[in-house]
């Protein structure tokens, strides 16, 4: 497997490197947020899932403004917390790991 798939140059000392792991990593998980999706939507169609009630921003004088949701219109907000959960647990998982590596360098790590 190639480690880089596609190097852009921006200017003459910058250019942007696509790497393979960072690429399917990326399309993992916008694979698994669409098929999430897809499946809730499923479930709803069938009766196994209810609405969802969310509640938005009050505005002055009023109450909190209150919408019936899908389960899978909330997908985005789930996908880039357990995006950014599961990588930055995997990270510490990392660290914790390999103490000795992070107390000798932990700015490299």
């Not at 497997?1 to 399917?24: E, Q, V």
């Not at 505005?59 to 997908?75: D, G, I, L, T, V």
């Amino acid at each position: 497997m190639f480690p880089r798939i596609l190097d852009i140059p921006i200017t003459d000392s910058f250019s942007l490197t696509i790497f393979s792991f960072g690429f399917m990593v990326a399309v993992a998980i916008l694979t698994a947020a669409w098929l999430t999706g897809r499946e809730l939507d499923r479930r709803q169609s069938v009766g196994q899932i209810g609405r969802v009630t969310a509640y938005g921003k009050p505005e002055p004088k009023r109450r909190k403004q209150k919408a019936e949701m899908k389960p899978s219109q909330h997908m985005g907000t789930i996908t880039v917390l357990a995006a950014a959960f599961g990588i930055g647990g995997s990270k510490l998982f990392h660290i914790l790991e390999n103490l000795d590596e992070f107390f000798l360098n932990p700015v490299g790590m």
